[in-house]
């Protein structure tokens, strides 16, 4: 009886260390789901909202980053999908005003320690409009720890500015430096949004200096790079302004990276095509 008790602590032990040691899996998407726009046409959220909560519950992201979306369509998807906590505020009051840029993530594998909502702007801290941008914008993070792996990392999700040319750059450059400020630790990060740029443009070069494109760094990539269209599936998407950066190094492993062209009676159920990237971290 003894040794079959001491025959288990090992095992328990054994156990222990390889959950310790072993990668952390993480499926992450960025998702512009558009704002209800309260018409009768195809963009408005009645007509495509079924169509959006199918899509997130077939390809289930551990951590989810949501733009544009009003309260009561965030309250929508939170209401149906109970497996997912939520963080963020809405861009105009810092509550329930204006859009979001929400971080979904399972409870079941994950716990929240930190986590905030700053603006592109040079009053970060309060609601407000930077340089030449035409809305609010706002950076929402987390820090999340794999319940299992007990690896800590954060989420940034952000939605750029789309005309002002001073407002991108400049809000590059304050997420580079809230992101080096927040984390103290030089925890892994994964930096998503709609950054309304081009892999290729200035914006995006600014946070290529820190950060890796997942979909560069990918073994494995489904789908085209241009994730922006008008719905109709009969339309070519075109600009790829959706992003997920990783951080750079060999720590970070990206397995799988998809553009998802989930369509319904001859649309997509947003103006954005969801990204999504199944990463590894490595202890």
């Known amino acids: ?79 149906s999908l109970k497996q997912y906590n939520t963080i963020g505020v809405a861009r105009n009051d810092g509550r329930q005003e204006g859009e979001y840029a929400a971080i979904l993530y399972k409870k079941s594998n994950y716990t929240c320690t930190d986590s905030g909502t700053f603006w592109l702007s040079l009053t970060p801290g309060q609601p407000s409009k930077g340089w030449d941008a035409s809305y609010f ?87 085209q790079a241009d994730n922006w269209n008008s719905h109709h599936i009969s339309i070519a998407p075109k600009g790829w302004v959706d992003h997920i950066f990783v951080s750079k190094g060999p720590k970070v492993k990206v397995k799988k990276f998809a553009t998802l062209t989930d369509s319904y009676k001859m649309y997509y159920p947003s103006d954005h095509l969801p990204v999504i990237a199944d990463i590894f971290i490595e202890k």
Request: aromatic share 12%.
């Open 1 to 79: 009886m003894k040794k079959a008790f001491i025959v288990l602590l090992l095992l328990s032990g054994l156990l222990q260390a390889f959950i310790v040691n072993a990668q952390t899996a993480v499926r992450i998407m960025s998702y512009n789901m558009l704002y209800d726009s309260f018409t009768d046409s195809i963009t408005d959220w009645q007509q495509r909202k079924q169509q959006v909560l199918d899509l997130l519950r077939y390809h289930e992201p551990d951590v989810l980053g949501t733009q544009e979306l009003l309260h009561h369509q965030l309250k929508y998807i939170t209401d």
């Open 137 to 223: 914008r706002i950076c929402t993070y987390a820090k999340l720890t794999d319940k299992q792996t007990k690896q800590s990392f954060y989420v940034f999700n952000t939605h750029f500015e789309y005309r002002g040319k001073q407002a991108k750059i400049e809000s590059a450059r304050l997420c580079l430096d809230k992101i080096q400020t927040i984390n103290k630790k030089g925890l892994p990060v994964f930096f998503i949004g709609d950054f309304n740029s081009d892999n290729q443009d200035t914006v995006t070069q600014i946070i290529k200096t820190r950060f890796d494109n997942a979909r560069d760094k990918s073994a494995f990539v489904y789908g």
